[in-house]
């Protein structure tokens, strides 16, 4: 199977926020949860860019590794997931995340911040493939229904990139070639004329 993966090209994001807005839209997603935010690093400054973030998935996640009731579970696709029946809310997921995927729907105190929610790569959970159950704890589940993520598919540059890991590897790495030359010119350098230390 296929290794599902993102990758945002930090020289194309413009900080636009179309992926935010379609991942909340597509899934109903509570307010004061993002399940996906841009992070602007050097913002004002020259060099600034900008990071379209959301769960990493990662190989070895240390989200799982620290869930003292086991709720996260890897699919087929290498994908993290989690299961909102057996998480009970404590929150180390929370702190061992490098990237902050795993959120509390609400603010409050301990206890009363309800369980978890992060990224699902447009991918549900564990109950029955797109059901109203599935839909109302996790949202859309695009992958069964044979679709990339929203966010990705929504981004207006092409920056966000989401598929099989090999794939968009190769996509970025053509890109990075063909970087200001005739039709790939993209990015800040190239449009501006500019030099940017990074």
């Not at 959970?125 to 996790?138: F, L």
């Not at 890109?175 to 449009?191: D, H, I, K, L, N």
Request: net charge positive; hydrophobic share 30%; glycine share 12%.
């Amino acid at each position: 199977m296929a290794r599902l993966k993102f990758l945002c090209d930090s020289d194309r994001c413009i900080e636009c926020n179309a992926c935010v807005t379609a991942c909340k839209n597509e899934h109903e997603v509570p307010w004061g949860i993002n399940r996906r935010r841009v992070v602007t690093l050097n913002d004002g400054k020259p060099g600034e860019r900008s990071i379209s973030m959301a769960c990493m998935h990662c190989t070895d996640a240390p989200c799982a590794a620290v869930c003292p009731v086991s709720c996260f579970y890897g699919t087929a696709d290498a994908l993290v997931l989690h299961d909102k029946d057996l998480c009970i809310g404590c929150g180390y997921c929370f702190y061992a995340c490098p990237f902050g995927a795993p959120q509390y729907p609400k603010v409050g105190n301990f206890g009363g911040r309800g369980k978890m929610d992060k990224c699902t790569y447009c991918a549900g959970g564990p109950q029955q493939d797109n059901t109203p159950v599935e839909y109302m704890q996790y949202g859309s589940n695009r992958i069964a229904e044979g679709k990339l993520p929203l966010c990705a598919e929504m981004c207006s540059t092409k920056a966000l990139l989401a598929g099989d890991g090999d794939i968009i590897a190769g996509i970025y790495k053509e890109r990075v070639q063909q970087r200001g030359f005739g039709s790939g010119a993209w990015g800040w350098r190239t449009a501006y004329k500019q030099e940017l230390s990074v």
